[in-house]
């Protein structure tokens, strides 16, 4: 299974998709998508200085796994980083 957006122009960076680790949610291939997951947010957070707490708390794709204990772990953490930005620069979509 391959993602159009990773693979177009023979790139093999699936490892940072959203839309592959969604669709992995979608099919119940928890551990896929966590790996992925995890990955993509790591560097939405440290390469672009987002944090992804509104999507995990709130994308659809990713209601089967929030009770995964690695999941949750994620989510302090960006929901800190996610209250920083708010404090720093008001009530902003990051």
């Known amino acids: 299974m391959e993602c159009p957006k990773c693979h177009a122009g023979n790139r ?16 119940g291939l928890n551990e896929q998508a966590m790996g992925l997951l995890k990955s993509y947010f790591d560097q939405e957070r440290l390469i672009r200085m987002r944090s992804a707490c509104l999507q995990l708390k709130n994308n659809i794709f990713l209601k089967d796994i929030r009770n995964d204990p690695r ?12 209250d920083e930005y708010v404090k720093k620069y008001g009530d902003i979509d990051i």
Request: proline share 4%; hydrophobic share 35%.
């Open 12 to 27: 093999d960076d699936s490892r940072f998709c959203s839309h592959c680790a969604f669709l992995y949610c979608y099919l």
């Open 71 to 82: 999941f949750q772990k994620m989510m302090p953490e960006h929901k800190a980083l996610y």
